[in-house]
């Protein structure tokens, strides 16, 4: 059977350019309009009648949610450092649903808080879909969009179903990379310092961790890792803490960027220097982190692409497509100047 991603390849555009000429909506040149319809009759595309009905009776309004927050209000802990790293990715959020001639919408408080009512509310205003952002593996509106069958794109969460899918980084893979950088200098005791390991996410960089130092044939040491919540007084008193029980390590790897700033005051404040004393990495390389001192060592996440593709896969469930499996980005190591060799024992 002949699909649109088909026919926009031969046309030269996006699925959602396609998607745009065939229902007569967005704003559309009439050149492009017309190689789109003259690839869909080369090929003999024949549009899902059914899906393109879904969508007509849909608001082209995407509902955006962000966080576990019990009272249901979320700009106002855009604030916390915990969440710096969504910043970016909003931006590519909105700037992909803005291309596809869709609205955002971050519905108020409804009245009934519940995972059903959270559903029906969203029933009520007649979305096309939604995009989860960074929810808790514990919040019950995942498993409640799931099984509403609403097109729904989950963020740091995970959620899989019909008209479900999800998107994240490649966690393990990002932390098993920062710690082969630092075995490769000579560190054996390194610190982790992880906002929780409550969640997949968490779990899958400790894991990773100790992927590098069994590869290496070396053991990490248990009482090294802490949990200390995402923000950076969080990840400040962790270190202080950790500070005052031994001194033994030689290198630390926050759960974040924000959480490594927060550490390397910490780390000044006991008269250690990163990094002749300490060695020091972060998680995200967000824009902050080459403008700390010494500039931050980290992991990067795609931010763009989990922002643009979240909305991409979620249009092609609006569209009629099922079963979307999820996308898992790739993550890349930036050696800056908080790490160096080891100091000699």
Known sequence: MITSEQVARLAGVSRTTVSRVLNGTGRISEEVRQRVLEAAATLGYEPNVVAQSMVRQRSRTIVLGMFHVEEGLSFSRLGETKHYFYLDVLKYIEAEAAEADYDLLQPSRP?????????????????????????????????????????TVFIDAVGQG???????????????????????????RIAFLTGSLSNMFGMERILGAQQAFTSAGYSLDPDLIRQSGWNTEQAYE????????????????????????????????????????????????????????????????????????????????????????????????????????????
């Open 238 to 345: 962790a270190a202080c803490q950790l500070l005052n029980e031994r001194r033994d390590f030689t290198a630390i790897v926050a759960g974040s960027d924000l959480m490594a700033m927060g550490i390397l005051r910490a780390l000044r404040e006991q008269g250690l220097c990163v990094p002749k004393d300490v060695s020091l990495t972060g998680f995200d390389d967000v824009g902050l982190a080459r403008y700390t001192e010494p500039g931050l060592t980290t992991v990067r996440q795609d931010k763009e692409a989990m922002g643009r593709q979240a909305i991409q896969l979620l249009l092609r469930m609006i569209e009629g497509e099922e079963y979307i499996p999820p996308v898992t980005l790739p993550t890349r190591l930036v050696v800056r100047q908080s790490t160096g060799p080891a100091p000699i024992a």
């Open 162 to 188: 019909r008209f479900a899918t999800y998107i994240k980084s490649d966690n393990g893979n990002g932390a098993r990379q920062v710690t082969e950088h630092l075995l490769s200098l000579g560190h054996r």
């Open 111 to 151: 009245q009934d808080m519940t995972p059903e009512g959270y559903v029906r509310s969203l029933r009520t205003r007649n979305v096309a879909g939604a995009i989860l952002l960074a929810l808790s593996s514990a919040d019950a509106r995942i498993p409640a969009l799931v099984q509403a069958d609403l097109p």
